[in-house]
């Protein structure tokens, strides 16, 4: 079993940024690919960032591209989210997850999922 605890939600005017966080405990964090995931009130849960298990590789929705970094500390178990150019249309819950592949777990090959975190983007 994997455990993952997201942090670091919260509200943020348009423009801001946030570092969203989730810190792993349980089994080998290294051994798995992680991602985040968001949903929105009335919306299913889509695919926003993943990278793999030695953090070399990373995927990223194109609504997310050039704004959004995900990144990985396996010596601290915990896997980040630099969101920058926040918009309104961000606001979410972001669910951190853990899968065996980078290349899968963007289409739903997930392990493990967080609880969550909100993130609210007023204009």
């Known amino acids: 079993q994997v455990q993952l605890v997201e942090s670091g939600g919260g509200l943020v005017q348009a423009g801001g940024s946030l570092r969203l966080s989730c810190a792993a405990s349980g089994r080998t964090f290294s051994g798995y690919a992680m991602g985040w995931f968001r949903q929105a009130p009335g919306k299913e849960r889509e695919f926003v960032a993943a990278?793999?298990?030695?953090?070399?590789?990373?995927r990223y929705a194109d609504s997310v591209k050039g704004r959004f970094t995900i990144s990985r500390d396996n010596a601290k178990n915990t896997v980040y989210l630099q969101m920058n150019s926040l918009e309104p249309e961000d606001t979410a819950v972001y669910y951190c997850s853990a899968g065996p592949l980078l290349r899968t777990l963007s289409n739903g090959d997930i392990n493990y999922w967080g609880q969550g975190t909100q993130v609210t983007v007023s204009s």
């Open positions: 990278i793999s298990w030695s953090g070399a590789g990373t």
